[in-house]
């Protein structure tokens, strides 16, 4: 049999590979490397020793963050500013005071603006004169404890007041502050048209000539709205206890709680308002307060003339203090 040369290279590559010249040989690993393999072996381990340790201890450990973030958290107040319930004068006070606080929608302050984002940041006290959703909606992105206050006022004078700041001022050529306007002549300027109501804006605003006061009926309960779902809240009346609803900032939110004097401020007078009050007696518009009414009449009803929620787990930082004793808690 004739015996080629790639017989030869066939043969010579099954003996080297017997002997190992050509087999792959075991990579060379490093002190560093086995240390690395150590560290991960070791890493699984201990996390498989306190699995279970951490499905139990999930529920204490969040307990006990929300433990010491009660101790510690800062609280701030946000004013929900009904118009013509002394939202002014508390405001005004605050800025006397020289407080850190902050005003939106309120019209003729000295406070910086909460739509500021460095105003806004610093404020302890905000008072924002709109429905409370909006309030919400402007101080939403802060993270802080909020105590919610709010002044509500007997709705027969809050009326007659609002209608008397508006035609003293900006609605002096309106239809309704005109001599002999009656209850005809509001409902003819589409004053409380319940369609109105639903797009009712913040101070100042104006639709077709009507002042956002008197875009609908029961204004007053309408800016409460959804407070009442919030953890924390008080509702106090002008007549009885605004120095309960002033003492809840100055003691809840304030640095220098000495510095805070309410004085009465815009009180614009008209001088048909007597006038107007015999052409549009109460009677004749109290069908639209009816549900004010009957929300101020059960605070009125109240010891201290205050109602106040505070959530089982929510701590006043002055729960304790003489204006917490004021307040009906519900």
């Given amino acids: 049999m004739f015996f080629g040369w790639h017989h030869f290279g066939l043969l010579l590559v099954l003996v080297a590979g017997q002997d190992g010249v050509f087999t792959r040989r075991p990579r060379h ?31 204490e450990r969040a307990l006990a963050r929300k433990v010491r973030a009660d101790e510690t958290k800062k609280w701030s107040v946000a004013m929900i500013h ?7 004068s508390i405001a005004e006070a605050l800025w006397a005071g020289r407080h850190h606080a ?18 806004r940041s610093v404020a302890k006290v905000a008072v924002v ?25 007997r709705p027969e004078d809050w009326f007659y007041s609002a209608v008397g700041q508006w035609c003293a001022g900006r609605g002096a050529g309106r239809l309704p502050c005109q001599p002999g306007a009656d209850v ?12 109105a109501g639903r797009d009712r804006q913040a101070s100042g605003e104006e639709k077709d000539g009507v002042k956002y006061y008197f875009f609908g009926p029961n204004i007053q309960t309408h800016f409460l709205s959804s407070v ?19 003492e809840a900032i100055r003691g809840t939110a304030l640095e220098s709680p000495g510095q805070f004097a309410l004085r009465h401020s815009n009180s614009a007078h008209w001088p048909s308002l007597a006038s107007f009050k015999q052409r ?11 549900v004010d ?20 787990h929510t701590a006043l930082p002055a729960s304790e203090g003489d204006w917490a004793m004021g307040v009906t808690w519900v």
């Fill in 29 to 59: 690993r490093s002190r560093k490397d086995a240390a690395r393999r150590g560290e991960r072996a070791l890493a699984r381990k201990t996390r498989a020793r306190t699995e279970e340790t951490e499905k139990w201890s999930v529920a």
């Fill in 102 to 119: 902050c005003a939106s929608y309120t019209g003729n302050l000295s406070l910086c603006n909460c739509k500021d984002t460095r105003c």
């Fill in 129 to 153: 004169e709109a429905p409370h959703r909006m309030v919400k909606a402007l101080l939403g992105p802060m993270r802080r404890e909020w105590l919610w206050v709010s002044i509500i006022r």
């Fill in 228 to 246: 009442f779902l919030e953890d924390a809240w008080i509702v106090g009346t002008l007549e009885h206890s605004l120095e309960t609803g002033g």
């Fill in 280 to 290: 549009v007696p109460w009677p004749s518009v109290r069908r639209y307060f009816a």
């Fill in 293 to 312: 009414e009957a929300f101020y009449e059960h605070v009125v009803e109240q010891e201290g003339s205050c109602i106040g929620h505070r959530a089982g």
């Fill in 184 to 195: 005809a002549t509001l409902r003819k300027a589409s004053w409380f048209d319940p369609n």
């Fill in 82 to 88: 009904i118009p013509k319930t002394a939202g002014s």
